[in-house]
């Protein structure tokens, strides 16, 4: 649009505002997707063996019904309660209703969501693909939270995230290739599955989730087979780091097990925005090609 050719501070401002607005739904999306799944497996057990008469799950719960409420006094929120990050510094981080006391990863969420795609817009020019890189910085950020909150990451968002990939290759939407789309997909998933077998051959025990494949196949499908192995590298890399902390704080056992989806889903991030840089960084001061 020329709109934004005359005023190119515009895209990355409208992002902001609306990646702030779609922040504070991703934080509903963090919280519900994982219920509606496991509401959906029961649903499932119930009809598949009647015998055991599993309880059906009651009530229509969806990402838009019911409304939320406060967790403690059931309070429905209300439209101003619901303003991203201002409303939770109006209240103080509490209820209205009851003061109960209201996390303070929702606004970082919002904060996180409203960054993250102004750097995207600050680094892509206005264009269909850019917008499109909102909303893969959109699912990438609710994977992360929900894998690191329950250890899941929803076919929901890792197949979609893939096939709209693909589908963006497919339209010459995205500046990659249908050809390294589609082997980006099919490497990044074979990758941690050859990883996967290879661990449980060796040790008898799983090593990660399926989840990871479908996950590391989308940022293949996004950004092509070319960058897989830089994120490959720095997913490792971050997990290693985080990984060491974790262990630390909490006093766990080498063997605890912990989410991988947020460090693929770190790196891939970083390579779609600098990874080229990092790249051809590599190549010509390190390798001097």
């Given at each position: 649009m020329?709109?934004f050719?005359?005023?190119p501070?515009?895209?990355?401002v409208?992002a902001?505002?609306?990646s702030?607005l779609?922040?504070?739904?991703l934080?509903v999306?963090?919280?519900?997707l994982?219920?509606?799944?496991?509401?959906?497996?029961k649903?499932?057990?119930?009809?598949c063996f009647?015998e055991?008469?599993?309880p059906?799950?009651?009530?229509t719960?969806?990402?838009?019904?019911?409304?939320?409420?406060c967790p403690k006094?059931?309070t429905?929120?209300?439209?101003?309660d619901?303003i991203?990050?201002l409303?939770?510094?109006l209240?103080?981080?509490k209820?209205?209703?009851?003061s109960n006391?209201?996390?303070?990863?929702y606004?970082?969420?919002?904060?996180l969501?409203?960054?993250s795609?102004?750097?995207v817009?600050s680094?892509f020019?206005?264009?269909y693909y850019?917008?499109?890189?909102?909303?893969?910085?959109f699912?990438?950020i609710?994977?992360?939270?929900?894998?690191?909150d329950?250890?899941l990451?929803?076919?929901q968002l890792t197949?979609?995230?893939?096939?709209?990939?693909?589908a963006?290759a497919?339209?010459?939407?995205?500046?990659?290739?249908l050809q390294?789309?589609v082997?980006g997909?099919?490497?990044g998933?074979?990758?941690?599955?050859?990883v996967y077998w290879a661990?449980?051959?060796l040790?008898g025990?799983?090593g990660?989730?399926?989840?990871?494949?479908?996950l590391?196949?989308a940022?293949?499908a996004?950004l092509g087979w070319?960058?897989l192995?830089?994120i490959?590298?720095?997913?490792?890399?971050?997990?290693?780091?985080f990984?060491l902390?974790?262990?630390?704080?909490?006093?766990q056992?080498?063997?605890k097990?912990?989410?991988?989806?947020?460090y693929l889903?770190i790196?891939?991030?970083?390579s779609?925005?600098?990874g080229?840089?990092?790249?051809?960084?590599?190549?010509?001061?390190v390798l001097?090609?």
């Amino acid at each position: 649009m020329e709109v934004f050719d005359y005023y190119p501070w515009l895209f990355p401002v409208l992002a902001f505002i609306f990646s702030l607005l779609i922040g504070s739904f991703l934080n509903v999306v963090i919280h519900r997707l994982p219920i509606m799944m496991e509401r959906e497996w029961k649903q499932e057990c119930s009809e598949c063996f009647p015998e055991h008469n599993i309880p059906l799950p009651e009530g229509t719960f969806n990402l838009s019904v019911p409304r939320s409420t406060c967790p403690k006094c059931s309070t429905q929120l209300r439209l101003i309660d619901n303003i991203p990050v201002l409303s939770w510094l109006l209240l103080r981080g509490k209820c209205h209703s009851c003061s109960n006391h209201i996390s303070v990863r929702y606004p970082l969420v919002e904060l996180l969501t409203a960054t993250s795609c102004l750097v995207v817009a600050s680094h892509f020019s206005f264009s269909y693909y850019a917008v499109a890189l909102l909303f893969f910085t959109f699912v990438l950020i609710a994977a992360t939270f929900i894998d690191l909150d329950t250890m899941l990451l929803p076919d929901q968002l890792t197949l979609s995230l893939m096939w709209s990939g693909i589908a963006l290759a497919l339209f010459g939407i995205s500046p990659v290739s249908l050809q390294d789309s589609v082997i980006g997909a099919m490497a990044g998933y074979l990758c941690l599955w050859s990883v996967y077998w290879a661990f449980k051959l060796l040790t008898g025990k799983d090593g990660m989730g399926f989840g990871d494949f479908k996950l590391l196949a989308a940022l293949g499908a996004w950004l092509g087979w070319q960058h897989l192995p830089l994120i490959i590298l720095l997913s490792s890399l971050v997990g290693l780091v985080f990984g060491l902390i974790q262990l630390r704080l909490k006093q766990q056992g080498i063997d605890k097990a912990f989410p991988f989806g947020p460090y693929l889903a770190i790196a891939g991030w970083v390579s779609l925005i600098w990874g080229n840089d990092i790249m051809n960084w590599y190549f010509t001061s390190v390798l001097g090609i």
